[in-house]
């Protein structure tokens, strides 16, 4: 089964993920030159909130994934929580509507499924999947937004609370899936309140935050996967 | 005829003496300014054999892009600095190399269009053949496709479903798992672990970033690598300062060894003229006696013009042998000054001219041996040795006179160092019973000593550029070397069909996936479409349908929406056969594939350079003509037979002219086996030392031995014919001179850093020494107790 999920890894990193979860770390490809004022207002933006927000040192906090998906006929629900403890170590935990864990590290990858109930270890070295997941996880969670300027066009939606659209740019790799990618900022500005990705394709991916704590005391059983959930 | 010819020509050159000396000098002059202009070769290929083999795999080697590329990782040494700038820092150089050096830079691959081309419905139906949709069908049941339904919900709950989930809608089966099965072997085929991130090569741990330039600089040519080394630095210094290169590439050793070799045969000539200036001064203590130490120089001078008139470019190898030689070739000045200085009368003079041109003969004769080498290197260090010996010989009996003779100076007042040294007497039984037990000893030791075919050991690039590779191999892998199984062909169909089916046919030989081939994920096109006929049939055989009856039953516990997997049913049947798009990853991997060179193509295939795996694919090479196996070790077994071959036909001639020569000297086959001592001890201990000290044989230092022969058989024939003859004209003390400059002139060799050179040294050094002290202690012993005619006079 391991070697089976190696393999699925392995496959979505040869053919799609260098694509798509490169959108990130493509949008660091060539800094914008010459920018519009509006672009220099921004990165200045950015910058400001991308310190405000990577403040903190530990996060906690649930969150609902809604995805609205052409593959299912109505919006698929995800509820659980989020923890974080900077620089790279963020469980994932899924209560509804299946039980579901994943401890990504610096180092490693385990995780555990009810339909299961195994603990899966993997070696974070022998997954770039995993990698560029942590790598995307880390820029959104902790707050290094002026990154994503690069290679994407960054537009302000609204101020109050604030909005903002990031489009990946024509020699973005990930123009090819991602149409945008919206993050909508709590009225104090510390944290995000919301993700919203929109792919070319129609479908749509909404993560809500809610009860975030900043810098919340965490234990480790915060970071276990096999019955914490 | 010698005594008749010789006092004619000595006369004659006496009475000419101002033009003889006004040419030596003018040619000399001109020689050595046109050393200036003259250019060397320096690569090893002229010492490899004219063996068929070993032949098509250099030129394969040279020919194919493997030779042309440079490999340069980059690092990151700051751990504040992120992949993101060792990116920019990678484009940045990628950027700034530029023709006419560099031609291409590849930094990784473009992903933009790797989705596509990897796409499950447009790829799948053209590189998926017979069993790979007999797997498929196998998956076509209500358990398993249930259970991979269940598994698609499952991705959907996990944080990388943010990007993911939507594929499945075109892979319910995942066949992606098949397409990887093609394509996982690609890392292997190059060797190293390489991820692909933001369009760049990157390690697994994320710190180096790899890119591969592409030159069209030959790595044959040293002049052109040593600009491309040079240009490639300068590139590298504008690099930011937390980042660093390691730089991989053949151009490097060319450019290295050049580099190492000048540096060797300067060192090696700096001490070799410090220790003989030192030697002749303090010994002899007359400044005349640098006219003998200049001799050879002049000699070499002349020799390297000669030589490359009828050999072309020579060998830095060749020329680096100039130096030992140049040890040898002082001999004859030696035995010459000291003859005079002490005063020889004409008749003891022609003696010794017969002498020294005996002894210069058997140099000769050792060096001719070589041309019955089938190696091309080997003709031309016979060539430029017999000419530096002859020309040494030459100007030592007819030029050295001259210089000595210029002004009156004063005979050596007897007794001598050399005359208390021919008188000190060895115990002679015990003398003989030592060497008989060490000689025998060393025969018996010389029965384990190894063979050492790896021409690469030879190779004397410096550390750096050794470090820099190892590092490389840490960071990403490589360490097993890989061999190479080539398919040509008249077109690219035509090679990329018969490919086709020589990877059928090894799929069979070899199971385990070690076979790395272009057929796996890019057949020839006519593959590709019967490929997309036969998936075409696959699914209109009802399959579609029963797939997607069973992925209607078993999504029904889940929220599935009705058209959830219409992307895969829709494009089932709307594939193309194309061509690789030039800018997608297939294009460019199938540079590594792909030759085209003088209008024929050659497919490359990988597989790890082990004698099974090139004994089994060896029997598919017959079957299938125009295919053959590139294999570094086939190699060094071919360079093993054929030297062990050679050296069976060169050791018995190189005995056989010494032994001969001995007989046509003494015209007595007592003395001429006593004048062969010093060979027998000579090769024996060389090979029992080597074995002693777990140095094994190579074919330089072997070469090295069957020269050295011609050496110290001379110190067997000048002992045996002082001793004979009772000449007193100083041949011990000359042979001593003769051995102390010999072993300087190859000991300096003991300095080199380049491998082959320090083998060379090593070989004369033991051969000399130990056939020189057989030589003093031995043949004095032998002539005592078998009562050689000692006492005979110069008069007889």
């Known amino acids: ?229 | 005829m010698f005594d008749k010819y010789f006092p004619r020509l000595y006369t004659f050159v006496f009475q000419h003496r101002k033009w003889v000396l006004g040419l030596v000098l003018l040619a000399t002059v001109v020689a050595g300014a046109g050393l200036c202009a003259t250019r060397y070769n320096g690569n090893l290929d002229l010492m490899l054999p004219p063996d068929k083999d070993i032949t098509r795999s250099m030129d394969f080697l040279r020919d194919s892009s493997l030779s042309d590329k440079v490999i340069i990782s980059l690092t990151l040494t700051d751990p504040a600095r992120t992949k993101k700038d060792l990116f920019a820092a990678v484009d940045q150089l990628a950027a700034s190399l530029k023709p006419p050096l560099f031609t291409k830079t590849i930094a990784g691959f473009s992903v933009a269009n790797v989705m596509e081309e990897f796409s499950v419905l447009q790829y799948a139906p053209q590189v998926l053949g017979e069993e790979d949709l007999a797997s498929l069908d196998s998956q076509i049941n209500p358990e398993t496709v249930s259970r991979k339904i269940r598994g698609i919900y499952l991705q959907s709950l996990r944080p990388e479903s943010i990007f993911m989930s939507s594929l499945s809608r075109s892979d319910p089966l995942g066949i992606k798992m098949l397409i990887l099965n093609k394509l996982r072997a690609l890392p292997a085929s190059m060797g190293y672990g390489v991820n692909i991130e933001d369009g760049h090569f990157i390690s697994r741990d994320g710190r180096h970033a790899m890119m591969i330039v592409q030159t069209p600089v030959p790595m044959m040519d040293s002049q052109r690598c040593k600009e491309l080394a040079t240009a490639l630095q300068d590139k590298i210094k504008g690099l930011p300062a937390f980042v660093t290169a390691d730089v991989i590439s053949g151009h490097l050793h060319t450019a290295s060894n050049e580099r190492v070799i000048k540096r060797d045969i300067e060192v090696a000539s700096i001490i070799a003229s410090i220790a003989f200036l030192l030697l002749f001064v303090v010994l002899f203590r007359d400044p005349r006696v640098l006219f003998v130490f200049i001799i050879p120089l002049i000699a070499v001078v002349w020799a390297i013009h000669i030589a490359a008139a009828f050999e072309g470019r020579l060998s830095y190898l060749v020329i680096g042998f100039g130096t030992s030689i140049a040890g040898i070739s002082i001999d004859y000045g030696l035995l010459v000054y000291i003859a005079m200085k002490r005063g020889a009368d004409t008749a003891q003079m022609v003696k010794l001219a017969k002498l020294v041109t005996i002894d210069a003969a058997t140099t000769m004769f050792s060096f001719f041996v070589l041309y019955f080498s089938l190696i091309q290197g080997y003709h031309q260090l016979a060539l430029f040795s017999i000419l530096c010996v002859f020309l040494c010989l030459l100007m030592s009996l007819f030029v050295l006179p001259l210089t000595l003779s210029w002004k009156q100076y004063p005979l050596v007042p007897a007794p001598t160092l050399g005359d208390r040294m021919r008188e000190f007497r060895w115990p002679a039984k015990l003398s003989i019973g030592v060497w008989v037990v060490l000689t025998a000893v060393a025969l018996y030791l010389s029965l384990s000593v190894t063979f050492d075919s790896d021409v690469k050991k030879l190779d004397g690039s410096e550390p750096g550029i050794l470090q820099a590779e190892e590092r490389f191999r840490e960071v990403w892998g490589g360490k097993s070397n890989q061999a190479v199984f080539v398919v040509t062909g008249k077109s690219l169909e035509e090679a990329m069909e018969k490919n086709d089916r020589v990877c059928r046919e090894v799929s069979r030989v070899i199971t385990n996936g070690d076979f790395t081939s272009l057929a796996q994920f890019w057949p020839s096109e006519r593959q590709r479409a019967e490929n997309c006929a036969r998936w075409d049939r696959f699914w209109k055989e009802g399959r579609a349908d029963k797939l997607k009856g069973l992925i209607g039953a078993s999504s029904a516990a889940y929220p599935f929406s009705d058209q959830a997997f219409a992307p895969f049913f829709d494009g089932l049947y709307t594939h193309r056969i194309d061509a690789a798009n030039p800018d997608g990853m297939i294009a460019q991997l199938q540079e590594r594939f792909v030759l085209h060179k003088n209008g024929e193509y050659r497919i490359l295939s990988y597989f790890p350079d082990e004698q099974h795996y090139v004994d089994a694919l060896s029997g598919v090479t017959r079957t299938y003509s125009g295919t053959f196996i590139v294999s570094g070790k086939a190699i060094s077994a071919s360079l093993a037979a054929f030297t062990a071959k050679e050296i069976r036909l060169l050791a018995p001639l190189a005995v056989l002219f010494n032994v001969v020569l001995c007989w046509l000297f003494f015209r007595n086959w007592k003395e001429a086996l006593i004048a062969l001592v010093p060979l027998v001890t000579g090769m024996v201990w060389f090979v029992g030392i080597m074995a002693l000290f777990r140095i094994p044989l190579n074919i330089v230092n072997i070469v090295a031995a069957i020269v050295t022969s011609g050496v110290i058989v001379d110190y067997g024939l000048g002992m045996t014919y002082e001793y004979r003859y009772n000449l007193r004209i100083g041949t011990v003390i000359a042979v001593t001179l003769s051995a102390a400059t010999n072993v300087i002139g190859s000991g300096a060799l003991l300095f080199a850093n380049y491998p082959a050179l320090y083998s060379t040294g090593l070989a004369m050094v033991i051969c000399m020494a130990s056939g020189y002290l057989s030589s003093v202690i031995v043949i004095p012993s032998l002539c005592s107790i078998l009562g050689t005619s000692r006492q005979k006079t110069v008069q007889e």
């Not at chain 1, 919006?75 to 509804?96: C, E, F, M, T």
């Not at chain 1, 609204?158 to 945008?180: M, Q, S, Y």
């Not at chain 1, 009225?187 to 792919?199: A, F, G």
């Open chain 1, 1 to 229: 089964m391991i070697m089976y999920w190696r393999i699925g890894m392995r496959v979505v990193f040869s053919m799609i993920l260098c694509v798509i979860v490169g959108a990130g770390l493509a949008f660091g490809a060539e800094t914008s030159k010459g920018g519009t004022p509006g672009q220099a207002d921004l990165r200045e933006l950015l910058n400001t909130i991308g310190k405000r927000v990577s403040e903190f040192k530990t996060l906690k906090t649930d969150f609902t994934q809604e995805k609205k998906m052409a593959m299912f006929k109505q919006k698929l629900v995800l509820k659980g929580r989020i923890y974080l403890q900077k620089p790279n170590k963020i469980a994932w935990h899924v209560d509804s509507p299946l039980r579901y864990s994943v401890l990504i590290t610096d180092k490693l990858i385990r995780q555990w499924d009810e339909d299961t109930n195994q603990v899966q270890e993997i070696s974070l070295t022998k997954n770039p999947v995993f990698q560029n997941v942590l790598g995307q996880l880390t820029v959104w969670f902790s707050g290094e937004y002026g990154s994503l300027l690069d290679g994407n066009t960054v537009r302000l939606v609204k101020r109050a609370p604030l909005v903002i659209e990031f489009t990946p740019r024509e020699n973005n790799p990930a123009k090819k899936v991602i149409k945008n990618i919206t993050l909508t900022f709590r009225d104090d500005q510390k944290y995000l309140q919301q993700i919203r990705i929109q792919e070319l394709s129609g479908d749509v991916t909404t993560i809500h935050f809610m009860n975030t704590l900043l810098n919340a005391p965490l234990n480790s059983s915060s970071f276990e996967v096999k019955g914490r959930v």
